[in-house]
T-cell receptor, first 112, second 116 residues
């Protein structure tokens, strides 16, 4: 699976949009981009995933560049409860086992 | 969304004993379950993958005789840490996946293991 690169940390003001970048320059055509987050001492929580097109759900939006070498997770109105480590993962869709390999992630701190 | 539970949420055991951790998918059938380990201030490390009714596949460097995984049904997988030592103290997290294809994984809340 392609490796991902994320900034180690990011601060965001409450109520503002948080834009979390992820670089996956070696991504293959059959690899999806997934985003999860982990609040301290809890299991990771699924946020969103996509292949080529931009995706939006009730939690966030995922913007994937046309060349698919990078993506951005957007939390539209950050709250204090969004403080967590955010992980960007790419995975081969043809891998029927669906293994995820987690990188270091981005520690997001939302401040009042 | 789909719910995955783990039991116990935390456990303290003495060195040399064995500990079993359960992972259950509560509202879906999990064809595949995964076990991760997370040390403080580190990311999740995949330990093994298990499919219902099959032997688990372990990641490189993970001792299969020490970390016994059983996936006896589509809703239950267990991880047994045998002859636990203090260095096995960690946060163990399971995840479950329904079907194949680009499905998301759902993670359990984790089990904190402390070996004294």
């Amino acid at each position: 699976d392609a490796k991902t690169t994320q900034p180690p940390s990011m601060d965001c003001a409450e109520g503002r949009a948080a834009n979390l970048p992820c670089n996956h320059s070696t991504i293959s055509g059959n690899e999806y981009v997934y985003w999860y987050r982990q609040i301290h001492s809890q299991g990771p929580q699924y946020i969103i995933h996509g292949l080529k097109n931009n995706e939006t759900n009730e939690m966030a939006s995922l913007i994937i560049t046309e060349d698919r070498k990078s993506s951005t997770l957007i939390l539209p109105h950050a709250t204090l409860r969004d403080t967590a480590v955010y992980y960007c993962i790419v995975r081969v869709v043809a891998d029927s086992w669906g293994k995820f390999q987690f990188g270091a992630g981005t520690q997001v701190v939302v401040t009042p | 969304g789909a719910v995955v539970s783990q039991h116990p949420s935390w456990v303290i055991c003495k060195s040399g004993t064995s500990v079993k951790i359960e992972c259950r998918s509560l509202d879906f059938q999990a064809t595949t379950m995964f076990w991760y380990r997370q040390f403080p201030k580190q990311s999740l490390m995949l330990m093994a993958t298990s499919n219902e009714g099959s032997k688990a596949t372990y990641e490189q460097g993970v001792e299969k005789d020490k970390f016994l995984i059983n996936h006896a049904s589509l809703t239950l997988s267990t991880l047994t840490v045998t002859s636990a030592h203090p260095e096995d103290s960690s946060f163990y997290i399971c995840s479950a996946r329904e079907g194949s294809g680009p499905h998301e994984q759902y993670f359990g809340p984790g089990t904190r293991l402390t070996v004294t």
